[in-house]
Protein backbone atom coordinates (compact mmCIF):
# COMPACT_ATOMS: atom_id res chain seq x y z
CA UNK A 1 0.00 0.00 0.00
CA UNK A 2 1.50 3.49 -1.30
CA UNK A 3 1.50 6.83 0.89
CA UNK A 4 -0.63 9.49 0.07
CA UNK A 5 1.70 12.56 -1.63
CA UNK A 6 0.56 15.94 -2.01
CA UNK A 7 2.04 19.09 -3.45
CA UNK A 8 1.36 22.32 -2.83
CA UNK A 9 3.87 25.01 -4.30
CA UNK A 10 7.18 23.93 -3.67
CA UNK A 11 6.93 21.69 -0.94
CA UNK A 12 5.48 18.39 -1.15
CA UNK A 13 3.60 16.55 1.65
CA UNK A 14 3.97 12.96 2.64
CA UNK A 15 1.13 11.23 4.46
CA UNK A 16 1.82 8.08 6.22
CA UNK A 17 -1.81 6.24 7.53
CA UNK A 18 -0.01 3.55 10.13
CA UNK A 19 2.52 1.80 11.32
CA UNK A 20 2.28 -0.74 8.70
CA UNK A 21 3.24 1.46 5.90
CA UNK A 22 6.89 2.09 5.71
CA UNK A 23 8.66 4.24 3.41
CA UNK A 24 9.51 2.63 -0.35
CA UNK A 25 13.06 2.22 -1.70
CA UNK A 26 11.13 3.69 -4.84
CA UNK A 27 10.64 6.73 -3.47
CA UNK A 28 14.11 7.83 -3.03
CA UNK A 29 17.13 8.68 -5.42
CA UNK A 30 20.46 8.19 -3.42
CA UNK A 31 23.41 6.18 -3.61
CA UNK A 32 23.11 5.52 0.26
CA UNK A 33 22.54 2.86 2.22
CA UNK A 34 18.83 1.86 1.32
CA UNK A 35 18.83 -1.10 3.88
CA UNK A 36 18.47 1.14 6.58
CA UNK A 37 15.07 1.45 5.56
CA UNK A 38 12.21 -1.05 4.41
CA UNK A 39 9.39 -1.50 2.05
CA UNK A 40 7.52 -2.68 4.44
CA UNK A 41 7.74 -6.31 3.44
CA UNK A 42 10.08 -7.67 6.34
CA UNK A 43 7.71 -8.64 8.88
CA UNK A 44 8.57 -6.68 11.86
CA UNK A 45 12.49 -6.11 10.95
CA UNK A 46 11.56 -2.76 9.94
CA UNK A 47 11.92 -1.36 12.74
CA UNK A 48 15.75 -2.88 13.78
CA UNK A 49 16.94 -1.99 9.94
CA UNK A 50 15.80 1.94 10.35
CA UNK A 51 17.82 2.08 13.93
CA UNK A 52 20.78 1.46 11.61
CA UNK A 53 20.37 5.02 10.64
CA UNK A 54 19.92 6.23 13.94
CA UNK A 55 23.51 4.51 15.22
CA UNK A 56 25.18 6.03 11.83
CA UNK A 57 27.79 9.22 11.70
CA UNK A 58 25.73 10.09 8.14
CA UNK A 59 27.55 13.23 6.10
CA UNK A 60 25.75 16.42 5.66
CA UNK A 61 22.36 15.90 3.55
CA UNK A 62 19.91 18.51 2.93
CA UNK A 63 17.60 15.49 3.93
CA UNK A 64 17.26 15.40 7.90
CA UNK A 65 15.79 12.57 9.74
CA UNK A 66 14.22 13.72 12.95
CA UNK A 67 12.60 10.78 15.46
CA UNK A 68 10.97 11.12 18.60
CA UNK A 69 8.22 13.30 17.58
CA UNK A 70 5.12 13.12 19.66
CA UNK A 71 2.00 11.32 18.89
CA UNK A 72 -0.27 13.53 16.13
CA UNK A 73 2.77 15.76 15.26
CA UNK A 74 1.55 17.64 12.41
CA UNK A 75 3.06 18.15 9.28
CA UNK A 76 3.42 22.00 10.02
CA UNK A 77 4.90 21.50 13.23
CA UNK A 78 7.99 19.42 11.24
CA UNK A 79 7.78 21.72 8.72
CA UNK A 80 8.01 24.91 11.33
CA UNK A 81 11.86 23.11 12.74
CA UNK A 82 13.00 23.75 9.64
CA UNK A 83 11.85 27.16 8.30
CA UNK A 84 14.26 29.46 10.14
CA UNK A 85 17.25 27.82 8.59
CA UNK A 86 15.60 28.43 4.86
CA UNK A 87 13.08 27.24 2.20
CA UNK A 88 11.52 23.44 3.03
CA UNK A 89 10.83 21.51 0.00
CA UNK A 90 10.03 18.43 1.01
CA UNK A 91 8.64 16.43 3.74
CA UNK A 92 7.55 12.44 4.32
CA UNK A 93 6.15 12.04 7.79
CA UNK A 94 6.08 8.27 9.49
CA UNK A 95 3.49 8.51 11.73
CA UNK A 96 3.26 5.01 13.29
CA UNK A 97 6.85 5.64 14.04
CA UNK A 98 6.98 8.98 15.39
CA UNK A 99 9.45 9.62 13.13
CA UNK A 100 9.78 11.97 9.24
CA UNK A 101 11.87 13.42 6.89
CA UNK A 102 12.78 16.80 6.18
CA UNK A 103 14.21 18.20 2.88
CA UNK A 104 15.45 21.67 2.98
CA UNK A 105 16.56 23.65 0.15
CA UNK A 106 20.28 23.27 0.42
CA UNK A 107 22.60 21.04 2.01
CA UNK A 108 24.52 24.76 3.54
CA UNK A 109 20.58 25.29 5.08
CA UNK A 110 20.60 21.13 7.20
CA UNK A 111 24.27 21.84 8.27
CA UNK A 112 22.91 25.16 9.65
CA UNK A 113 20.17 23.45 11.03
CA UNK A 114 21.67 20.10 12.88
CA UNK A 115 24.55 22.53 13.92
CA UNK A 116 22.00 24.51 16.15
CA UNK A 117 19.74 22.56 17.61
CA UNK A 118 23.07 20.24 18.46
CA UNK A 119 23.38 23.29 21.03
CA UNK A 120 19.46 23.86 21.50
CA UNK A 121 17.20 20.87 22.10
CA UNK A 122 14.28 21.05 19.32
CA UNK A 123 10.69 20.45 21.14
CA UNK A 124 7.79 19.36 19.56
CA UNK A 125 4.65 19.77 22.15
CA UNK A 126 7.09 20.71 24.66
CA UNK A 127 8.78 17.24 23.80
CA UNK A 128 12.69 16.71 23.09
CA UNK A 129 12.52 15.49 19.46
CA UNK A 130 16.07 14.35 18.15
CA UNK A 131 17.62 15.57 14.72
CA UNK A 132 20.13 14.57 12.36
CA UNK A 133 21.72 13.46 9.26
CA UNK A 134 19.90 11.12 6.37
CA UNK A 135 21.71 8.92 4.23
CA UNK A 136 19.65 9.98 1.72
CA UNK A 137 20.96 12.70 -0.43
CA UNK A 138 17.41 13.79 -1.83
CA UNK A 139 13.64 12.90 -1.50
CA UNK A 140 11.43 11.47 -4.30
CA UNK A 141 7.88 11.66 -3.49
CA UNK A 142 4.42 11.39 -5.90
CA UNK A 143 2.11 13.99 -6.19
CA UNK A 144 -1.56 12.49 -4.87
CA UNK A 145 -5.21 13.14 -4.33
CA UNK A 146 -7.13 15.56 -1.82
CA UNK A 147 -6.24 13.98 1.70
CA UNK A 148 -4.95 16.52 3.88
CA UNK A 149 -6.06 19.85 2.27
CA UNK A 150 -6.40 21.30 5.60
CA UNK A 151 -3.12 20.70 6.19
CA UNK A 152 -1.82 21.39 2.77
CA UNK A 153 -3.37 25.38 3.35
CA UNK A 154 -1.34 25.34 6.48
CA UNK A 155 2.20 24.34 5.10
CA UNK A 156 1.15 27.03 2.01
CA UNK A 157 0.62 29.52 4.58
CA UNK A 158 4.37 28.79 6.31
CA UNK A 159 6.20 28.19 3.31
CA UNK A 160 5.03 31.19 0.98
CA UNK A 161 3.18 33.50 3.59
CA UNK A 162 0.10 33.15 1.74
CA UNK A 163 -3.27 33.12 3.35
CA UNK A 164 -5.73 30.29 2.68
CA UNK A 165 -9.33 30.17 1.10
CA UNK A 166 -9.96 28.10 4.28
CA UNK A 167 -8.88 27.72 7.96
CA UNK A 168 -7.66 31.00 8.26
CA UNK A 169 -7.20 31.02 11.58
CA UNK A 170 -5.04 28.06 11.35
CA UNK A 171 -2.75 29.96 8.93
CA UNK A 172 -2.20 32.98 10.54
CA UNK A 173 -0.81 30.84 14.11
CA UNK A 174 1.19 28.79 11.47
CA UNK A 175 3.68 31.45 10.85
CA UNK A 176 6.72 31.36 13.28
CA UNK A 177 7.18 35.20 13.47
CA UNK A 178 5.46 37.73 15.21
CA UNK A 179 5.30 41.86 14.24
CA UNK A 180 5.30 43.74 17.14
CA UNK A 181 4.56 47.36 17.84
CA UNK A 182 5.71 49.76 21.40
CA UNK A 183 2.66 51.62 21.99
CA UNK A 184 3.59 54.31 24.52
CA UNK A 185 7.61 54.07 24.36
CA UNK A 186 8.20 56.54 27.23
CA UNK A 187 11.45 54.55 28.00
CA UNK A 188 13.80 52.50 25.22
CA UNK A 189 13.17 49.52 24.32
CA UNK A 190 15.56 47.18 22.61
CA UNK A 191 15.88 44.21 20.48
CA UNK A 192 18.03 42.64 23.92
CA UNK A 193 14.68 43.42 26.06
CA UNK A 194 12.27 42.15 23.85
CA UNK A 195 14.63 38.73 23.50
CA UNK A 196 14.45 38.91 27.35
CA UNK A 197 10.88 39.06 27.29
CA UNK A 198 9.64 36.58 24.07
CA UNK A 199 12.49 33.92 24.93
CA UNK A 200 10.08 32.79 27.89
CA UNK A 201 8.06 31.23 25.32
CA UNK A 202 10.47 29.34 23.37
CA UNK A 203 13.32 29.65 21.43
CA UNK A 204 13.85 33.09 19.63
CA UNK A 205 15.85 32.49 16.33
CA UNK A 206 15.83 36.06 15.20
CA UNK A 207 14.48 39.40 15.43
CA UNK A 208 15.00 42.97 12.73
CA UNK A 209 14.09 45.82 14.59
CA UNK A 210 13.17 49.29 13.09
CA UNK A 211 10.91 52.64 12.73
CA UNK A 212 8.32 52.65 11.04
CA UNK A 213 5.66 55.52 10.91
CA UNK A 214 7.65 57.05 14.34
CA UNK A 215 6.93 53.89 15.89
CA UNK A 216 9.48 51.14 17.15
CA UNK A 217 8.55 48.02 15.67
CA UNK A 218 9.93 44.84 15.73
CA UNK A 219 9.94 41.27 13.71
CA UNK A 220 10.40 38.50 15.67
CA UNK A 221 11.04 34.53 14.55
CA UNK A 222 10.49 31.99 17.38
CA UNK A 223 11.54 28.12 15.82
CA UNK A 224 8.19 27.09 15.47
CA UNK A 225 4.44 28.77 15.36
CA UNK A 226 2.96 27.24 17.85
CA UNK A 227 5.45 29.14 20.81
CA UNK A 228 4.66 32.11 18.30
CA UNK A 229 0.93 32.12 18.87
CA UNK A 230 1.21 31.27 22.83
CA UNK A 231 3.25 34.26 23.01
CA UNK A 232 1.32 36.39 21.00
CA UNK A 233 -1.74 35.11 23.49
CA UNK A 234 0.31 35.79 26.63
CA UNK A 235 2.06 39.51 25.77
CA UNK A 236 -0.34 40.65 23.23
CA UNK A 237 -1.77 44.79 25.52
CA UNK A 238 0.76 44.10 28.20
CA UNK A 239 2.60 46.69 29.33
CA UNK A 240 7.08 46.01 29.70
CA UNK A 241 7.14 48.77 32.06
CA UNK A 242 4.47 50.05 34.21
CA UNK A 243 1.80 51.93 32.29
CA UNK A 244 4.11 52.62 29.00
CA UNK A 245 5.49 50.22 26.28
CA UNK A 246 2.57 48.66 25.42
CA UNK A 247 3.13 45.64 23.40
CA UNK A 248 0.71 44.91 20.15
CA UNK A 249 1.65 41.93 18.28
CA UNK A 250 0.36 40.34 15.57
CA UNK A 251 1.23 37.91 13.37
CA UNK A 252 3.92 38.42 10.11
CA UNK A 253 3.41 37.91 6.44
CA UNK A 254 6.77 36.43 6.37
CA UNK A 255 7.49 33.33 7.41
CA UNK A 256 11.44 33.34 7.54
CA UNK A 257 13.62 36.14 8.31
CA UNK A 258 16.90 37.28 6.60
CA UNK A 259 19.65 38.55 8.82
CA UNK A 260 22.57 40.05 7.53
CA UNK A 261 23.97 41.62 10.41
CA UNK A 262 24.50 40.92 14.01
CA UNK A 263 23.80 44.14 16.01
CA UNK A 264 21.87 46.57 18.08
CA UNK A 265 19.39 46.49 14.98
CA UNK A 266 19.02 42.58 14.06
CA UNK A 267 20.30 39.90 15.26
CA UNK A 268 20.19 36.00 14.37
CA UNK A 269 21.34 33.69 16.81
CA UNK A 270 21.38 30.49 14.74
CA UNK A 271 24.62 32.25 13.37
CA UNK A 272 26.37 34.32 15.81
CA UNK A 273 29.45 34.36 13.36
CA UNK A 274 28.00 37.13 11.18
CA UNK A 275 29.50 40.62 10.42
CA UNK A 276 28.27 43.76 12.88
CA UNK A 277 27.97 45.60 10.12
CA UNK A 278 29.14 49.15 9.37
CA UNK A 279 29.04 51.15 12.26
CA UNK A 280 27.05 49.24 14.76
CA UNK A 281 28.12 47.76 17.95
CA UNK A 282 29.41 43.68 17.58
CA UNK A 283 27.53 40.82 19.48
CA UNK A 284 29.81 39.00 21.82
CA UNK A 285 29.84 35.73 20.02
CA UNK A 286 29.32 34.26 23.66
CA UNK A 287 25.76 36.32 23.94
CA UNK A 288 23.30 33.91 21.92
CA UNK A 289 24.33 31.18 24.37
CA UNK A 290 23.39 33.63 26.88
CA UNK A 291 20.71 34.86 26.34
CA UNK A 292 19.11 31.47 26.34
CA UNK A 293 16.43 30.54 29.50
CA UNK A 294 16.90 33.96 30.76
CA UNK A 295 13.79 34.71 33.16
CA UNK A 296 12.36 37.95 31.84
CA UNK A 297 9.53 38.38 34.63
CA UNK A 298 11.72 41.69 35.86
CA UNK A 299 10.74 43.75 32.52
CA UNK A 300 7.55 43.31 33.56
CA UNK A 301 6.89 44.49 36.95
CA UNK A 302 7.85 48.11 38.49
CA UNK A 303 10.95 49.82 38.04
CA UNK A 304 11.91 53.67 38.86
CA UNK A 305 12.53 55.34 35.64
CA UNK A 306 16.01 55.71 35.26
CA UNK A 307 16.51 51.75 36.11
CA UNK A 308 13.61 50.99 33.61
CA UNK A 309 15.24 53.15 30.34
CA UNK A 310 18.71 51.78 31.71
CA UNK A 311 16.97 47.85 31.27
CA UNK A 312 17.47 47.63 27.73
CA UNK A 313 21.37 47.73 28.81
CA UNK A 314 20.85 45.24 31.49
CA UNK A 315 18.57 42.72 29.46
CA UNK A 316 21.81 42.61 27.03
CA UNK A 317 23.58 41.00 29.78
CA UNK A 318 26.44 43.34 29.18
CA UNK A 319 27.51 43.41 33.30
CA UNK A 320 27.77 40.06 33.37
CA UNK A 321 29.23 39.19 30.28
CA UNK A 322 32.02 41.37 31.05
CA UNK A 323 32.49 40.00 34.08
CA UNK A 324 31.27 43.36 36.72
CA UNK A 325 28.33 43.30 39.00
CA UNK A 326 27.40 46.19 37.38
CA UNK A 327 28.10 48.48 40.60
CA UNK A 328 30.20 51.35 38.94
CA UNK A 329 28.82 53.60 37.31
CA UNK A 330 31.91 54.17 35.69
CA UNK A 331 32.44 54.27 31.80
CA UNK A 332 35.05 53.84 29.38
CA UNK A 333 34.94 55.44 26.14
CA UNK A 334 37.65 54.77 23.44
CA UNK A 335 38.50 55.33 19.56
CA UNK A 336 37.83 59.12 20.23
CA UNK A 337 38.71 61.48 18.42
CA UNK A 338 41.90 63.24 20.20
CA UNK A 339 42.00 66.23 18.40
CA UNK A 340 38.78 67.00 18.72
CA UNK A 341 37.35 65.53 22.58
CA UNK A 342 37.10 67.77 25.41
CA UNK A 343 35.63 66.46 28.95
CA UNK A 344 33.06 69.41 28.17
CA UNK A 345 31.38 67.29 25.11
CA UNK A 346 31.59 63.98 26.92
CA UNK A 347 30.19 65.77 29.41
CA UNK A 348 27.50 67.30 27.31
CA UNK A 349 27.00 64.09 24.86
CA UNK A 350 26.78 61.51 28.06
CA UNK A 351 24.39 63.80 29.99
CA UNK A 352 21.54 63.10 27.84
CA UNK A 353 21.69 59.51 29.61
CA UNK A 354 22.15 60.63 33.24
CA UNK A 355 24.00 62.89 35.13
CA UNK A 356 27.61 62.79 34.16
CA UNK A 357 29.83 63.34 37.03
CA UNK A 358 33.15 63.62 36.27
CA UNK A 359 35.41 62.70 32.60
CA UNK A 360 38.91 61.91 32.76
CA UNK A 361 41.01 62.25 29.61
CA UNK A 362 43.64 59.31 29.87
CA UNK A 363 46.88 61.18 30.06
CA UNK A 364 48.87 58.29 28.08
CA UNK A 365 45.98 57.57 25.59
CA UNK A 366 44.23 60.48 24.05
CA UNK A 367 41.54 58.65 22.48
CA UNK A 368 39.87 57.14 25.70
CA UNK A 369 38.46 58.68 28.64
CA UNK A 370 36.73 57.36 31.96
CA UNK A 371 32.95 58.88 32.45
CA UNK A 372 31.91 58.70 35.73
CA UNK A 373 27.69 58.57 35.82
CA UNK A 374 25.46 59.25 38.94
CA UNK A 375 24.91 55.83 38.98
CA UNK A 376 25.20 52.12 37.45
CA UNK A 377 21.82 52.24 36.01
CA UNK A 378 22.77 55.44 34.38
CA UNK A 379 26.38 54.11 32.63
CA UNK A 380 24.72 51.03 31.49
CA UNK A 381 21.46 53.50 29.69
CA UNK A 382 24.10 55.78 28.18
CA UNK A 383 26.57 52.77 26.78
CA UNK A 384 23.67 51.01 25.06
CA UNK A 385 22.81 53.99 23.40
CA UNK A 386 26.20 56.07 22.46
CA UNK A 387 28.37 52.59 22.08
CA UNK A 388 28.97 52.37 18.02
CA UNK A 389 27.77 56.08 17.44
CA UNK A 390 29.64 58.68 15.56
CA UNK A 391 31.18 61.62 17.40
CA UNK A 392 33.67 63.99 15.58
CA UNK A 393 34.04 61.42 12.58
CA UNK A 394 34.75 58.52 14.41
CA UNK A 395 32.92 55.09 15.97
CA UNK A 396 33.06 55.68 19.48
CA UNK A 397 33.35 52.31 21.86
CA UNK A 398 31.40 52.62 25.25
CA UNK A 399 31.97 49.73 27.76
CA UNK A 400 31.97 49.83 31.71
CA UNK A 401 35.07 50.32 33.56
CA UNK A 402 36.83 48.28 36.21
CA UNK A 403 37.20 51.25 38.23
CA UNK A 404 34.75 52.64 40.39
CA UNK A 405 34.91 56.08 40.40
CA UNK A 406 36.92 58.61 38.50
CA UNK A 407 40.31 60.25 40.96
CA UNK A 408 40.61 64.20 40.20
CA UNK A 409 44.32 65.29 39.78
CA UNK A 410 46.32 65.90 43.39
CA UNK A 411 46.13 69.69 44.66
CA UNK A 412 48.89 71.40 42.60
CA UNK A 413 49.13 68.64 39.53
CA UNK A 414 48.78 70.11 36.04
CA UNK A 415 46.91 67.83 33.98
CA UNK A 416 46.21 70.19 31.18
CA UNK A 417 42.64 70.02 31.51
CA UNK A 418 42.60 66.37 31.02
CA UNK A 419 40.12 65.75 33.73
CA UNK A 420 36.76 67.81 34.81
CA UNK A 421 34.67 67.25 37.99
CA UNK A 422 30.75 68.40 36.61
CA UNK A 423 29.47 66.65 40.18
CA UNK A 424 27.45 70.52 41.35
CA UNK A 425 26.95 71.72 37.34
CA UNK A 426 23.54 73.41 37.02
CA UNK A 427 23.31 71.14 33.48
CA UNK A 428 22.33 67.83 34.87
CA UNK A 429 19.06 66.89 33.82
CA UNK A 430 18.07 64.59 36.26
CA UNK A 431 18.58 66.08 39.48
CA UNK A 432 15.23 67.12 40.21
CA UNK A 433 12.69 64.03 41.00
CA UNK A 434 10.03 63.54 38.71
CA UNK A 435 11.24 65.78 35.78
CA UNK A 436 9.75 65.17 32.59
CA UNK A 437 13.02 65.01 30.93
CA UNK A 438 13.10 60.97 32.45
CA UNK A 439 10.17 60.53 30.02
CA UNK A 440 12.56 61.75 26.75
CA UNK A 441 15.09 59.82 27.12
CA UNK A 442 15.90 58.54 23.09
CA UNK A 443 18.40 57.15 21.28
CA UNK A 444 20.57 59.37 18.70
CA UNK A 445 18.52 60.39 16.06
CA UNK A 446 18.94 62.75 13.23
CA UNK A 447 15.87 65.04 14.75
CA UNK A 448 16.71 67.61 17.69
CA UNK A 449 14.38 68.76 20.25
CA UNK A 450 14.55 72.17 20.28
CA UNK A 451 13.28 74.34 24.12
CA UNK A 452 13.95 77.40 25.91
CA UNK A 453 13.63 79.28 22.19
CA UNK A 454 13.20 83.30 22.92
CA UNK A 455 10.18 84.72 21.24
CA UNK A 456 12.06 86.64 18.88
CA UNK A 457 14.09 84.03 17.57
CA UNK A 458 13.04 82.85 13.87
CA UNK A 459 13.46 79.47 11.88
CA UNK A 460 16.20 80.87 9.78
CA UNK A 461 18.10 81.84 12.80
CA UNK A 462 17.83 78.70 14.04
CA UNK A 463 18.06 77.02 11.00
CA UNK A 464 21.66 78.75 10.64
CA UNK A 465 22.54 78.03 14.16
CA UNK A 466 22.79 74.66 13.45
CA UNK A 467 24.22 74.56 9.98
CA UNK A 468 26.92 76.47 11.50
CA UNK A 469 27.78 73.86 13.66
CA UNK A 470 28.36 71.45 10.75
CA UNK A 471 26.13 69.47 8.51
CA UNK A 472 22.85 70.24 6.48
CA UNK A 473 19.39 71.18 8.30
CA UNK A 474 16.72 69.16 6.21
CA UNK A 475 14.20 70.44 8.17
CA UNK A 476 12.47 72.35 10.63
CA UNK A 477 8.81 72.45 12.61
CA UNK A 478 7.89 75.28 15.71
CA UNK A 479 5.88 74.26 18.20
CA UNK A 480 2.66 76.08 18.56
CA UNK A 481 3.52 78.43 21.30
CA UNK A 482 7.13 78.43 19.16
CA UNK A 483 9.12 78.12 22.49
CA UNK A 484 9.77 74.97 21.21
CA UNK A 485 10.57 73.17 17.83
CA UNK A 486 12.07 70.13 15.97
CA UNK A 487 15.36 70.64 13.58
CA UNK A 488 16.38 67.60 11.58
CA UNK A 489 19.85 66.93 10.16
CA UNK A 490 20.75 65.05 7.53
CA UNK A 491 22.64 62.34 9.44
CA UNK A 492 22.82 61.15 13.47
CA UNK A 493 26.43 62.37 13.82
CA UNK A 494 25.61 65.76 12.74
CA UNK A 495 22.80 65.87 15.21
CA UNK A 496 25.16 64.69 17.80
CA UNK A 497 27.34 67.36 16.60
CA UNK A 498 25.04 69.81 17.09
CA UNK A 499 23.76 68.99 20.50
CA UNK A 500 27.28 68.97 21.70
CA UNK A 501 28.02 72.32 20.20
CA UNK A 502 24.62 74.26 20.60
CA UNK A 503 23.18 72.24 24.19
CA UNK A 504 22.81 75.61 26.36
CA UNK A 505 23.99 77.93 24.06
CA UNK A 506 23.67 81.52 25.22
CA UNK A 507 20.66 82.90 22.91
CA UNK A 508 20.63 86.20 24.51
CA UNK A 509 18.66 87.61 27.25
CA UNK A 510 19.81 84.83 29.50
CA UNK A 511 17.72 82.46 27.19
CA UNK A 512 20.23 79.34 27.30
CA UNK A 513 18.48 76.55 24.16
CA UNK A 514 17.82 73.04 25.77
CA UNK A 515 18.84 69.66 22.82
CA UNK A 516 17.50 66.79 22.87
CA UNK A 517 17.05 64.00 20.95
CA UNK A 518 13.57 63.14 20.05
CA UNK A 519 12.06 59.96 18.70
CA UNK A 520 9.73 62.39 16.26
CA UNK A 521 10.29 63.05 12.52
CA UNK A 522 9.58 66.26 10.65
Same mark, same amino acid.
Given at each position: ??????? $??????????????????? &??????????????????????????????????????? $??????????????????????????????????????????????????????????????????????????????????????????????????????????????????????????????????????????????????????????????????????? $???????????????????????????????????????????????????????????????????????????????????????????????????????????????????????????????????????????????????????????????????????????????????????????????????????????????????????????? $???????????? &??????????????????????????????????????????????????????????
Amino acid at each position: MFPLFFS $IGDVAVGVKRGSDELLSNS &LYNSGSDMSSISDGTSNGSDSKKLRVEDRMEAPPSRVLH $IRKLPNETSETEVIALGLPFGKVTNILTLKGKNQAFLELGTEEAAITMVNYYSTVTPHVRNVPVFIQYSNHKELKTDAGNQRAQAVLQAVSAVQGGGTPTSGSDLAAASSPVLRIIIDNMFYPVTLDVLQQIFSKFGTVMKIITFTKNNQFQALLQFNDPSTAQQAK $IALDGQNIYNSCCTLRIDYSKLVNLNVKYNNDKSRDYTRPELPAGDGQPAMDPNMAAAFQGKDSNSLLGALSPLNAAAAAAAAAGRVALSGHSGSSGVLLASNLNEEMVTPQSLFTLFGVYGDTQRVKILYNKKDSALIQMADASQAQLAMSHLNGQKMYGKVIRVALSKHTSVQLPRDGLDDQGLTKDFTNSPLHRFKKPGSKNFQNIFPPSTTLHLSN $IPTDVTEEDLRL &LFSNAGGTVNAFKFFQDHKMALLQMSTVEEAIQGLIDLHNYNMGDNHHLRVSFSKSSI
